[in-house]
């Protein structure tokens, strides 16, 4: 199955930055997903790219899927403390199943 | 996820003893996944099922088994074979009517082996 590499693995944000995280595939992708864990919790769908170019906006997060659909990243504007977690992002693995990332960890400095 | 049960949130085993991880859903999903993760590791794949009766192989499913006698139900069975089993599993579903679906998380199980 594919598989995507997420950098960087570990990431600490001043609150009120910005930042971004992202997610490479050696091959191109049908489609990215991504996901959000907070800490203690599970993994929680964020959206889905799908297009070639694709960019998606909810609030401070901007998605981008690259031209040649295998790259993808995720930034976030004003950080805030609500945003700290693992961000995973997932390229199809083949028969219905997701290849995720490792995930970047965010931790968040008041 | 509202519609994903897991139980129970923390399970402490003894080394050697086989213990069987629940995953209940009332999403009416097809498909249903059993993840592994560790620190750093991000989400490993133990075994999946797209269909009542049936179930595939993921990439670390040595040392565990499955069934999927209901569509609702897909419990982990972490055997004795399973040389570090202390970790966080995590159950989830999808939809299978579309190419694209996204995957529904439940609260997962802490299993911790001493």
């Not at chain 1, 992708?29 to 864990?37: E, F, G, M, P, T």
């Not at chain 2, 750093?40 to 133990?46: E, F, T, W």
């Not at chain 2, 088994?65 to 570090?84: D, G, I």
Request: aromatic share 12%; charged share 15%; proline share 4%.
């Amino acid at each position: 199955g594919q598989q995507v590499m997420q950098i960087p693995q570990y990431q600490h944000v001043q609150e009120g930055e910005d930042f971004t995280t992202y997610c490479n595939s050696s091959t191109t992708l049908s489609n990215i997903q991504w996901y959000k864990q907070r800490p203690g919790g599970h993994p929680v769908f964020l959206i889905q790219l799908v297009k070639s170019g694709e960019v998606k906006k909810q609030k401070r997060l901007t998605f981008q899927f690259g031209e040649a659909k295998k790259n993808s990243s995720l930034h976030i504007t004003a950080t805030q403390t609500t945003d700290v977690g693992t961000y995973f992002c997932a390229g199809p693995g083949g028969n219905n199943r997701l290849a995720f990332g490792k995930g970047n960890q965010v931790v968040v400095i008041p | 996820d509202g519609g994903i049960t897991q139980s129970p949130k923390y399970l402490f085993r003894k080394e050697g003893q086989n213990v069987t991880l629940s995953c209940e859903q009332n999403l009416n999903h097809d498909a249903m996944y059993w993840y592994r993760q560790d620190p750093g590791q991000g989400l490993r794949l133990i075994y999946y099922s797209q269909i009542v009766n049936d179930f595939q192989k993921g990439d670390i499913a040595e040392g565990y088994s499955v069934s999927r006698e209901k569509k609702e139900s897909f419990p982990l069975t972490v055997t004795s074979a399973q040389k570090n089993p202390t970790a966080f599993y995590l159950c989830a579903t999808s939809t299978l009517s579309t190419s694209y679906n996204e995957q529904f998380f439940g609260p997962g199980t802490r299993l911790t082996v001493l």
